[in-house]
């Protein structure tokens, strides 16, 4: 049985491996006029990306992009290429990095399911929340626009994230990553925005099985949220395809929308015919993305 663990260690070479360069900045002196990439030293440090029209006296969107199993930080932002979307549209950006097990693999601990294989177990749900609590009390955030992007391992902690802190967290886009099995583990507080990015010739969209435990796909996955968001049953199919992949010719994805969701939530997925468990990236696909978020602010309803 093909796993989805073994697929995301294939897919590292196609990634590649990427030099990380390190740009150290005082917190206490980003100027508005100047985009910067902050380092804030604790134990697992992490990088926040300042965009240039960034104003401390306006609240800006937040987003976070998790890496898939085997991957980094670095390597992510080479795929998605973040950073100059976060400079055009004008939003707080950071790619952390999961913690390496024995081997060095590094994963995120998202569900009992993926992917954290060792003891004792990391509380990568605690590290994430820290985060945004950190970065908010330095800079200002929009806490009603704070979001969550991840790519297969990424995708399970983007899901966890989604399931935990609704009420914090406006929006997530889970690339090619599962859920819990369980569906009752997954108990949001509040109605929140999903959308799910699948390739089609992904093993994992019809469900796998991670260490013989069976993990859901694509469809049974975004219909689990939809019944969370209390949206309609049956998903909607969208006439126009839209053109994602720049590597499979025409329009290639369609989009599925449940419809009845509350005011101001969305639940989608778009369905990529062909593609695999590692869509090929372009600006006009990652941006695609940021554009479902940055359109879904969390409600002020929702969070009181």
Partial sequence: MVTMVLMWLANRKRLGALAVTVFVSSILTIAPSSAAVVTFPDMRPF?????????????????????????????????????????????LYIHPDGTKDKVGTQFWNATPECC????????????????????????????????IIGHSNGGFMANRMACTHADRIAAVVNMSGGSYTKAALCSPKVPISILEVWGTA???????????????????????????????????????????????????????DYTQCPIGISVELWSIAGAHHVPHMSP?????????????????????
């Fill in 47 to 91: 990088k926040l990306f300042v965009p240039t029209n960034y104003d401390p006296s306006v609240p800006a969107p937040l987003i976070l992009a998790l890496h898939g199993f085997g991957q980094s930080s670095a390597q992510f932002e080479k795929y998605l290429g973040l950073t100059a979307i976060a400079q055009s549209k004008g939003f």
């Fill in 116 to 147: 954290d294989f060792q003891t004792p177990k990391i509380n990568d749900d605690a590290y994430l929340v820290s985060i945004i609590d950190e970065v908010s009390a330095k800079y200002a955030v929009d806490p009603q626009r704070i979001y």
């Fill in 202 to 256: 992904d093993e994992t969209y019809k469900g796998n099985h991670i260490l013989g435990k069976p993990i859901p796909g694509a469809v049974k996955t975004i219909a689990t949220w939809a019944g969370l968001d209390q949206c309609s049953t049956v998903p909607e199919k969208q006439a126009d395809k839209i053109d994602l992949d720049p590597a499979i010719k025409g329009s290639e994805t369609t989009v599925f």
């Fill in 284 to 304: 006009t696909f990652a941006s695609a993305m940021v554009d479902f978020l940055l359109a879904h602010p969390k409600a002020t309803a929702l969070t009181n």
